[in-house]
Nanobody, 121 residues
C-alpha cells in the first residue's frame, strides 16, 4: 500500500506565502517524477509544477517566478513553496507521484487527498 499525505494548506491574504508538503509512504522501491496539480471550483484540474528524480523542474506560466517545487528523496517528500499568492491561486492542491512499488518493475501514479488553499483579496 502506498499513500501520499499532503499538509500545509490554509487561508492567506493576497501577497502572502504558504508551503505545502506531500510525503509518500508504504512499500516504495523508487519515486520518479513528482508534482502538484490544482483544481479551482468549476474548473478542470491543471498541472502547476513538476520535478523529476534528477531535479528537473517545470512550471505553469501562471506560477513562474512565484512558486518553487523541491523534493527530499531521503524523506520521499515533495514541497511547494508559494510566494506572492493571488486570489486566482485559490484551489484544492493535489500532489502526484510516479512510484515503483517494492517488488514491481513498473511505476503507477498516486494522488494525495488534496489540501485547500484560499487566498483572500
Amino acid at each position: 500500500q502506498v499513500q501520499l499525505v499532503e499538509s500545509g494548506g490554509g487561508l492567506v491574504q493576497a501577497g502572502g506565502s504558504l508551503r505545502l508538503s506531500c510525503a509518500a509512504s508504504g512499500s516504495i522501491f523508487s519515486i520518479n517524477a513528482m508534482g502538484w496539480y490544482r483544481q479551482a471550483p468549476g474548473k478542470q484540474r491543471e498541472l502547476v509544477t513538476s520535478i523529476t528524480s534528477g531535479d528537473i523542474t517545470n512550471y505553469a506560466d501562471s506560477v513562474k517566478g512565484r512558486f518553487t517545487i523541491s523534493r527530499d528523496n531521503a524523506k520521499n517528500t515533495v514541497y511547494l513553496q508559494m510566494n506572492s499568492l493571488k486570489p486566482e491561486d485559490t484551489a484544492v492542491y493535489y500532489c502526484n507521484a510516479d512510484i515503483v512499488k517494492s517488488g514491481s518493475v513498473w511505476f503507477s501514479k498516486y494522488w494525495g487527498q488534496g489540501t485547500q488553499v484560499t487566498v483572500s483579496s
